[in-house]
């Protein structure tokens, strides 16, 4: 039977296979299966290209969570992160909260992975903090800090006391809840519950924290929970101010820059020098809406780990190719 026209040669493909299972599965180096086949390294890489390219070779990632590799160096390449795990994309869009439930739950995956008995772990309130820890399996025994007061009008099974709850049932660590609004009417009743005992011991676990989980809002409706507790006039007066993104309670410009407003005296959270001196800051920011606000709070040096969807990482990577960050010296 004669060869088809196109096809390529039985020897040539045998020849293509060995070298790449020389190189993949061996282990062996360009240059050893160049001294072997009698041919230079440049050919030796070359023809692994062939065999790649030609579907001869395919390389699969089997990992043990939904993520999409490629975003996910580009964008911890791109902002100089630590790790950023983009959920993988889907055929078809789903449902917003779905996808909050995936993104916790890929959240929860890494922090089972990352989190020691030496940590003490800050939460902050959030829709999709609360998905994350409905995820948790499990976790050594550490402490869990409430980073911020919780929304009024949010239901008992969404606030962070309850979440700080279910994280310590699982670990079984100390728990330092804030039982206490975020948002409070003026700055002195802000001050005495600060003061009030086991609310003061929440707030001066904040210089121990060695990891905290916070979500990023983007200042628009529906994106940011303080967002929504605020009057139109306080919105737009902060607005104005340059605020683009919102991290438990605390403001942050384009350039990801803190943004001092009124707003800063009548919450009950922690502090934005607090959040920065907290080693490892892992972020939760998911959904094109939210693309600007991520950047935005990105570019503050800030995060450590950006946990997040395809549908933001998207913009996120147009966003600082027209921007780039500054290089870090």
Not at 181 to 208: H, M, S, W, Y
Not at 229 to 235: F, G, K
Not at 259 to 271: K, P, R
Not at 282 to 304: N, Q
Request: charged residues 25%; hydrophobic residues 45%; contains cysteine.
């Amino acid at each position: 039977m004669s060869r088809k026209k196109g096809q390529p040669r039985l020897t040539e493909t045998l020849e293509l296979a060995t070298m790449a299972r020389r190189f993949y599965v061996q282990g062996r180096s360009k240059l050893e299966i160049a001294d072997e086949f009698g041919i230079s390294r440049f050919k030796v890489a070359r023809m692994l290209d062939t065999a790649r390219e030609s579907g001869l070779v395919r390389v699969e990632f089997d990992l043990p969570a939904p993520v999409d590799v490629e975003l996910s160096d580009e964008l911890r390449l791109a902002y100089g992160l630590d790790r950023a795990l983009v959920l993988e994309r889907t055929a078809v869009k789903e449902p917003r909260e779905l996808v909050r439930k995936k993104v916790g739950a890929l959240a929860a995956h890494l922090l089972e992975e990352i989190v020691s008995s030496k940590d003490v772990v800050g939460l902050s309130w959030a829709r999709s903090v609360n998905a994350m820890t409905e995820s948790i399996r499990t976790l050594p025994r550490c402490p869990i800090v409430q980073l911020c007061g919780v929304q009024a009008g949010m239901d008992m099974r969404g606030r962070s006391v309850e979440t700080v709850s279910r994280v310590t049932a699982v670990s079984g660590g100390d728990a330092y809840p804030i039982f206490g609004p975020l948002v409070l009417p003026d700055r002195r009743t802000a001050e005495t519950l600060r003061r009030q005992p086991g609310i003061a011991e929440t707030f001066g676990q904040f210089k121990n924290l060695t990891k905290a989980v916070v979500s990023i809002g983007a200042w628009q409706p529906g994106e940011s929970t303080v967002y929504d507790a605020l009057d139109d006039a306080e919105r737009a007066a902060i607005a104005a101010r340059g605020a683009t993104a919102e991290v438990a309670a605390r403001l942050f410009d384009a350039s990801g820059n803190a943004v001092s407003t009124g707003l800063a005296h009548h919450v009950l959270a922690i502090s934005t020098e607090d959040l920065r001196a907290v080693p490892e800051v892992i972020a939760i920011g998911y959904s094109e809406p939210k693309a600007a606000a991520v950047d935005a709070v990105l570019r503050s040096g800030m995060v450590s780990t950006l946990v997040t969807d395809a549908a933001a990482a998207v913009p996120l990577l147009d966003l600082v190719a027209r921007n780039p960050l500054p290089a870090r010296h």
